[in-house]
């Protein structure tokens, strides 16, 4: 399992922009590259929901609710997964928890960094 340290959370204005970032400052790059890494979120009251995730090839999944507004990107040498976020709404307001998987039984979480989309 990784070691996964988010950034980049915080406050936005309604069509604003955040990068959030996801080291796992631990691994190794050949550890860290057969991870499909992924972003969810958590709003109040609702259950965590898949943002985005990449795999090792690099393909991509996206939430239908990104409608093209979010990019997510990978960087195995610096063993970091970013996800871009333009066009912010309010109901994007959560936590966003990184998250890496590989297999079945190899499933690891971040600490989570909260983004608030708010006027």
């Known amino acids: 399992q990784l070691t996964l340290v988010e950034s980049g959370g915080g406050l936005v204005q309604p069509g604003g922009s955040l990068r959030l970032s996801c080291k796992a400052p631990?691994?190794?790059?050949?550890?860290?590259?057969?991870?499909?890494m992924g972003w969810y979120r958590q709003a109040p009251g609702k259950q965590r929901e898949l943002v985005a995730e990449i795999n090792s090839r690099r393909d991509t999944v996206y939430a239908d609710f990104v409608e093209g507004r979010f990019t997510i990107s990978r960087d195995n040498s610096r063993k970091t997964v970013t996800l871009q976020m333009n066009n912010l709404k309010p109901e994007d307001t959560a936590v966003f928890y990184c998250?890496?998987?590989?297999?079945?039984?190899?499933?690891?979480w971040g600490q989570g960094t909260q983004v608030t989309v708010s006027s």
């Open positions: 998250n890496a998987r590989l297999g079945l039984n190899d499933n690891s």
């Open positions: 631990r691994a190794i790059t050949s550890v860290f590259s057969p991870y499909t």
